[in-house]
């Protein structure tokens, strides 16, 4: 993220299909993510198909090809006599100069090619880390590298690069190239935050060759103290003095895991990976009573209620809650993602993201605030030091399949109305009227002032007092994008131009941005799909929630920054016929002597 507006482009997936499962069974989970051993046989057959030339194959996505939904609820419904769905592979590779996709079938052994494509259109695959890093060693013995490097006074054997996407701005032809940019360490781990300036080059992956360079001026380099933030490497007073806080479970562990299957109070979920995405949560279902590294905490209130309303009586009754949270933290470079899903005893289901790491930052010859007279593009965080603005997006795709997949996605406005009756004081009330989306773009969301509720409903379910049964979203921090929708970032992040969008289930449509994202162009996002205004009333829907965050540096983010959080909530909506844990009861205290 080296330009002040680009964006960050992250997927995340989650995959609610309200079901309830019967227990598990010896056989494999259709949406178990791919083994050791089956990345080794996929590696083997793909090499394979290559003959002789096979040395020159690079992998650059390997990831479970998920059986079609129809196949995986067939097989659950009737596990115990039945083989799971074929398992396939999806592969992307890079040989002579063209991007390939596979599809390989491991229900064979050998495993066997199904499908071998070259990929024609814009945009390459994701980089390898392999040829990141041998872009990064280029520089090292690069001659004008070498030369820039002395000219500043520095010592090569401190310099660190590292490479970054170069994005698209309306070129005819793209080379697969990426950008390299030389820090430096001398005393500090935080180098992200000692960038060496003016120079610029730009690495041809598949010559492994700087086809680029220029070095077009210096500035003063951030000095090394203060960017340390290894505890050993800080100097006293230490502070503030917090106290530990334990977490038992005298009881045993609330959860249970069995294979990638986890069952905690009336919820029951499978936990996916993969390699773009990170965790999938597919399969959430949470059981009704009346029908029929995992960290656990208790401290907030599940219900509460206090009345005084009673003659002669107080009644107080309160419930603590117990949540269980699935995290998962990403490291994208200089940035650390922490992706929480909180699942409650009530149903919802908290999503929660934090954002710490090391801020991408420009060093300039100003030591104080007061010297800058025109834009740069951030804030001076430190002495030379300016963190740059930019933004996050994160979108989220939520295949709910609530209570079936036929589902309508509905929007209740709250509307003010007027008070017409003669003689009524009130001047005005507040009311919702509920229309449900017929086409994608009666769905196409930009949140805001205007109090709504979002509802996903499965209008053939009825509760037994006849709501339709359903789910709804709850925003948290909205952002939109603050660029022109012309602009190139923009067009390539068109998929942010709605917080809110909902399609038909489609398998193909997995990536919001598209699924060749370096340098792609803008034609294959969320927003170029959505275009052909496909009927999403009473079918398999898809809600695609971006949040993000515009992130206007501050000097409490350097030179790390404290977690900054966003998220939503997914919660039951007319799904349960009451408040679904009215009779649970709150876990016994746990009495424990603490020694001071
Ligand atoms: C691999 O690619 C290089 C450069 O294109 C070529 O010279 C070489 O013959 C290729 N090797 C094989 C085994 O095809
Ligand atoms: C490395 O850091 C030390 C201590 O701050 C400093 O004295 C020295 O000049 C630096 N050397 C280079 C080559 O930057
Ligand atoms: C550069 O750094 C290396 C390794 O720390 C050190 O051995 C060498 O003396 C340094 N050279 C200069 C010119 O500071
Ligand atoms: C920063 O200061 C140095 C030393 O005075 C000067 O050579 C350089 O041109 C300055 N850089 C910029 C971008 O003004
Ligand atoms: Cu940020």
Redesign the pocket.
């Known amino acids: 993220m080296a330009s002040t507006h680009r964006v960050l482009v992250s997927l995340l997936s989650i995959t609610l299909f309200s079901f309830i499962l019967s227990a598990s069974s010896r056989h494999q989970h259709p949406l178990d993510p791919l083994t050791p051993a089956e990345f080794s046989l996929i590696q083997h057959a793909v090499m394979g198909s290559y003959g002789a030339s096979s040395t020159n194959v690079t992998f650059h996505y390997v990831g479970l090809d998920e059986p079609d939904k129809p196949l995986v609820y067939s097989w659950m419904s009737n596990r115990a006599d039945k083989q799971p769905p074929h398992r396939r592979a999806s592969v992307v590779v890079r040989f002579r100069e063209q991007t390939h996709e596979l599809i390989v079938d491991l229900s064979s052994r050998p495993p066997s090619i199904v499908s071998k494509e070259v990929y024609h259109g814009h945009g390459f695959p994701i980089l390898t880390l392999e040829e990141q890093m041998a872009a990064g060693d280029l520089p090292r013995t690069h001659d004008e590298f070498i030369r820039s490097i002395e000219k500043r006074g520095l010592n090569m054997s401190d310099v660190v690069c590292s490479t970054y996407s170069v994005g698209w701005y309306g070129e005819l032809r793209s080379r697969r190239v990426v950008k390299v940019l030389a820090y430096y360490t001398n005393g500090t781990v935080n180098f992200y935050m000692r960038p060496i300036e003016g120079i610029l080059m730009v690495v041809d992956l598949e010559l492994m060759k700087i086809v680029k360079y220029h070095d077009r001026?210096?500035?003063?380099m951030p000095t090394a103290e203060d960017t340390e933030y290894r505890l050993e490497k800080q100097n006293p007073p230490f502070g503030p003095h917090l106290k530990g806080a334990a977490i038992v479970q005298p009881h045993g562990p609330g959860f249970e895991i069995k294979g990638h299957t986890i069952s905690w109070a009336d919820w029951k979920f499978h936990i996916g990976f993969d390699v773009r995405v990170g965790p999938i949560i597919s399969l959430a279902s949470i059981y009704d009573l009346e029908k029929g590294k995992y960290r656990q905490y208790a401290g907030n209130i599940m219900w509460r209620h206090t009345e005084t309303g009673i003659s002669g009586e107080t009644i107080r009754e309160v419930r603590s809650d117990v949540s269980l949270v699935v995290r998962s933290v990403s490291t994208v470079g200089n940035y650390d993602y922490i992706i929480d899903w909180e699942f409650k005893p009530s149903g919802s289901i908290k999503f929660k993201v934090g954002l710490t790491g090391l801020l991408e930052v420009k060093a300039v010859?100003y030591t104080h605030a007061s010297q800058i007279t025109e834009d740069e593009y951030g804030t001076m965080v430190g002495a030379n030091t300016i963190a740059t603005h930019h933004d996050h997006f994160l979108t989220y795709h939520l295949d709910l399949d609530v209570d079936g997949a036929s589902n309508s996605f509905v929007k209740t406005n709250l509307i003010t109305k007027p008070v017409a009756e003669e003689g009524v004081p009130r001047k005005s009330y507040w009311t919702v009227s509920s229309k449900t989306a017929r086409t994608e773009s009666e769905a196409q969301l930009h949140l805001g002032l205007e109090p709504c509720d979002l509802v996903v409903v499965n209008p053939n379910k009825r509760t037994k007092v006849g709501n339709n049964v359903g789910y709804r979203l709850i925003p948290g921090s909205i952002a939109s994008p603050i660029l022109f929708r012309d602009d190139y970032p923009q067009f390539r992040a068109a998929f942010t131009d709605n917080n809110l969008w909902v399609t038909p289930y489609d398998k193909s449509e997995k990536w919001a941005g598209g699924r060749y994202v370096d340098q792609s162009r803008g034609d294959d996002t969320l927003a170029v799909w959505t275009k052909r205004n496909r009927k999403i009333e009473n079918e398999d829907i898809v809600l695609w929630y971006t949040l993000g965050v515009h992130h206007v540096p501050y000097q409490e983010d350097f030179p790390i920054m404290p977690t900054l959080s966003a998220g939503f909530e997914l919660r039951p909506s007319n799904f349960f016929n009451r408040n679904p844990v009215l009779k649970t009861k709150s876990p016994k205290p746990v009495i424990r002597s603490c020694k001071p």
């Open positions: 001026f210096t500035t003063s010859n």
